[in-house]
């Protein structure tokens, strides 16, 4: 079957899995290499049947602007990426995503973020992505911060006056240590082990996790040791 381009819609209800949701509602439900996208007029938020995570998509973007919740803290959706897709997260609803399948070369772009409502993570252990580029200007962004959340990432890239906040279960591709977070702005907590810190600006709150090289060019940088 050909890839599509289904753009949500919430026409019949907030059911991720059925197909009246979506533009052109003539088509399935969100299927591999399918790019999906929620845009920013959309008013119905994303609620049920979210376990979608074998699902690989080439794409999936939250256009900028979008105010709707998507998954749920106890419910997150759940979807799986191909290799190489693309994520943009650019709404400022409540969004509680888990990421998951072959996401090898994966970019994860944020571009916005609700007052403390963004939470990221990878399911089942499985990689998230390649990079998190964090642009977004204001509000709060959860990297696998929740006690019971896991995410692999290998590069983190925070440009945005965000806060960013990065649980101790957050691994690299494959596990062990980050390869790097690099912060040039904003707020950015650490609580997982990582292999290079890169601050540029902002303050950064490095909490317990193992580092093995620190530098510091500008802004303030807390450390506390394991």
């Known amino acids: 079957m050909a890839a599509t381009e289904l753009k949500w819609t919430g026409t019949t209800d907030g059911d991720w899995q059925n197909s009246t949701n979506y533009d052109p509602s003539s088509a399935d439900i969100p299927t591999t290499n399918d790019t999906v996208i929620v845009p920013k007029g959309a008013t119905v938020a994303i609620d049920t049947n979210l376990e979608n995570s074998t699902t690989d998509l080439a794409a999936f973007i939250v256009e900028e602007g ?6 749920t ?8 990426l191909s290799t190489g897709a693309e994520v943009l997260l650019g709404g400022t609803g409540e969004i509680h995503v888990e990421f998951a399948g072959d996401a090898t070369g ?26 998190l580029n964090v642009k977004a200007p204001t509000g709060t962004v959860h990297v696998g911060w929740n006690p019971t959340e896991t ?3 290998d590069d983190i890239v925070k440009s945005g006056a965000c806060t960013l906040k990065i649980g101790d279960s957050v691994t690299k591709t494959g596990g062990g240590a980050i ?12 609580e997982s082990a990582l292999t290079l810190l890169t601050q540029r ?20 940088c807390f450390y506390r040791s394991n």
Do not use: H, W
């Open 66 to 71: 979008c105010a709707i919740a998507i998954g």
């Open 73 to 80: 803290a106890a419910n997150p959706l759940e979807i799986g």
């Open 106 to 131: 994966a970019i994860m772009d944020v571009t916005g973020a609700g007052s403390d409502k963004l939470f990221i993570s990878g399911y089942n252990s499985e990689e998230m992505c390649d990079t």
């Open 151 to 153: 995410a692999q990432v």
């Open 179 to 190: 390869d790097e977070v690099r912060s040039a702005a904003g707020t950015t907590y650490i």
């Open 201 to 220: 600006g902002g303050t950064v709150y490095y909490d317990e996790g193992a580092l093995a090289t620190g530098t510091i060019y500008n802004g303030t």
